[in-house]
C-alpha cells in the first residue's frame, strides 16, 4: 500500500510502511521568528471532551484541528502562550502557523492555562473552581531541533 505525504519536507524513513517519518527543518519556525498575533492551529486529540453520558459524536481516528492566535511570546520563560481551546489530550500535539502560504511548525502544546473562578463571591462563598482558561502554552520547536541536532 502506498501512502501520500502532502506535507512538503515529510517524507517516510521506510517506504515499505514502518509508519516513521522525518522531516526537513526548513517547514520550522523559530520562537524570535513567530510573530505576535499570528494566527495558529493545533492539532490533536482532545479526549477529555468525551463523557460517557453523552453520545461521541467525535472520531478520535483523526486529530482534531483548532484554529486561534498567538495572544503572547513569553520572552522571560520563552514559552508561546495562544488564545485556542487546549484540552487534555492536546498535549504534543503540534502548533503551527501560515507563513507565506505555507504551515510551518512552530511547536508543541504542552498544558492549558486554568482559571480560578469564585463560585459566589458575593454571598462571601471562598471556594473556588479550576476551569479552562481558552489560553494553551507551547513549546516552541527551537529546544526539539537543539535536541535532535545533539543527536
Same mark, same amino acid.
Given at each position: $500500500?502506498?501512502?501520500?505525504?502532502?506535507?512538503?519536507?515529510?517524507?517516510?524513513?521506510?517506504?515499505?510502511?514502518?509508519?516513521?517519518?522525518?522531516?526537513?527543518?526548513?517547514?520550522?519556525?523559530?520562537?524570535?521568528?513567530?510573530?505576535?498575533?499570528?494566527?495558529?492551529?493545533?492539532?490533536?486529540?482532545?479526549?477529555?471532551?468525551?463523557?460517557?453520558?453523552?453520545?461521541?459524536?467525535?472520531?478520535?481516528?483523526?486529530? $482534531?484541528?483548532?484554529?486561534?492566535?498567538?495572544?503572547?511570546?513569553?520572552?522571560?520563560?520563552?514559552?508561546?502562550?495562544?488564545?485556542?481551546?487546549?484540552?487534555?489530550?492536546?498535549?504534543?500535539?503540534?502548533?503551527?502557523?501560515?507563513?507565506?502560504?505555507?504551515?510551518?511548525?512552530?511547536?508543541?502544546?504542552?498544558?492549558?492555562?486554568?482559571?480560578?473562578?469564585?463560585?459566589?463571591?458575593?454571598?462571601?462563598?471562598?471556594?473556588?473552581?479550576?476551569?479552562?482558561?481558552?489560553?494553551?502554552?507551547?513549546?516552541?520547536?527551537?529546544?526539539?531541533?537543539?535536541? $535532535?541536532?545533539?543527536?
Amino acid at each position: $500500500m502506498t501512502q501520500s505525504y502532502r506535507t512538503p519536507g515529510v517524507q517516510p524513513l521506510f517506504p515499505g510502511g514502518l509508519g516513521a517519518t522525518h522531516f526537513t527543518t526548513d517547514i520550522c519556525t523559530l520562537f524570535t521568528n513567530v510573530p505576535d498575533g499570528n494566527e495558529t492551529y493545533i492539532l490533536g486529540y482532545p479526549v477529555e471532551l468525551f463523557n460517557k453520558k453523552i453520545p461521541l459524536e467525535v472520531d478520535f481516528d483523526f486529530p $482534531m484541528i483548532r484554529k486561534g492566535i498567538v495572544s503572547q511570546k513569553n520572552r522571560k520563560t520563552l514559552k508561546l502562550i495562544i488564545d485556542s481551546g487546549v484540552y487534555g489530550g492536546n498535549s504534543g500535539g503540534p502548533v503551527l502557523i501560515l507563513n507565506e502560504n505555507q504551515f510551518k511548525l512552530v511547536g508543541l502544546i504542552t498544558q492549558f492555562v486554568p482559571v480560578s473562578t469564585r463560585i459566589v463571591p458575593e454571598a462571601g462563598v471562598t471556594n473556588s473552581v479550576l476551569v479552562n482558561s481558552g489560553y494553551g502554552v507551547v513549546e516552541p520547536i527551537d529546544f526539539a531541533l537543539e535536541l $535532535m541536532r545533539e543527536f
